[in-house]
């Protein structure tokens, strides 16, 4: 009888530590810094060799410097991810200032490969990202300085700036190369085209106006 109570709390526990791992692999190693020369083809970057990894591999300097918002969208994402900074390859880990002007957006996205968290340092921003479907429930809330939200990974986001004064955030991401979709980008602005036909069904539009966000997309 108590074998069979220890079997039953061993298999419980198996159980239970197969829920709980539902995470990224653990690294084998201390860490993998990327090697810019490195020719293999890996899932992320090959390691440099690490008797010649210094300080410097794991450092970026530069988010005290604001980005140049003088653009339509009026934000500007700088990113610190393993491309920027080589000591992040396979720690799934990434960074990123966001600058807005007032009134300006960061457009309807997605991180493919991870979950946001987004401190407000200065300003005022409206947050926003929409459940998948059949809801497609857009969860909204206005941030002030201090705030952090989170975005859950692979869902469609976006943040506003609601305020007349610049905004700053600082973006942390579950993923060396989180990836960005900007959903207009990806389907007006797909090189070739998605097919008019295909738009003009997917969004009850004709072709003209179909037409016109192609060109307004347009890299
Ligand atoms: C910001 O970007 C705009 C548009 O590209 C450019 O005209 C302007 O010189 C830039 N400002 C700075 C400070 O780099």
């Not at 810094?33 to 210094?54: A, I």
Request: charged share 15%; proline share 6%.
């Amino acid at each position: 009888m108590a074998y069979n109570f220890s079997l039953v709390v061993a298999i419980l526990a198996l159980s239970l530590s197969v829920i709980v791992t539902a995470t990224d692999n653990s690294a084998l190693q201390d860490f993998c810094v990327s090697d810019p020369q490195g020719q293999v083809l890996v899932n992320g970057l090959v390691c440099k060799d690490p008797k010649v990894v210094e300080a410097n591999d794991f450092f970026f300097s530069g988010l005290h410097i604001a980005g140049n918002t003088s653009n339509p969208s009026g934000s500007k994402v700088t990113p610190v991810a393993a491309t920027q900074l080589p000591g992040l390859n396979t720690l799934g880990i990434s960074i990123a200032r966001i600058d807005y002007a007032p009134w300006g957006i960061n457009p309807p996205h997605t991180h493919p490969r991870a979950s946001e968290i987004l401190t407000v340092l200065d300003g005022y921003l409206e947050v926003g990202f929409v459940t998948s479907n059949p809801e497609n429930r857009h969860i909204r809330k206005v941030l002030q300085k201090g705030d952090v939200f989170v975005f859950p990974v692979g869902l469609v986001h976006y943040q506003r700036n609601v305020g007349n004064i610049n905004a700053v955030a600082i973006a942390a991401l579950s993923s060396q190369n989180p990836g960005v979709i900007t959903v207009g980008n990806a389907v007006f602005g797909s090189t070739p085209e998605i097919a008019t036909d295909v738009l003009v069904k997917a969004f009850h539009l004709d072709e003209t106006t179909i037409g016109y966000l192609q060109s307004k997309f347009k890299n």
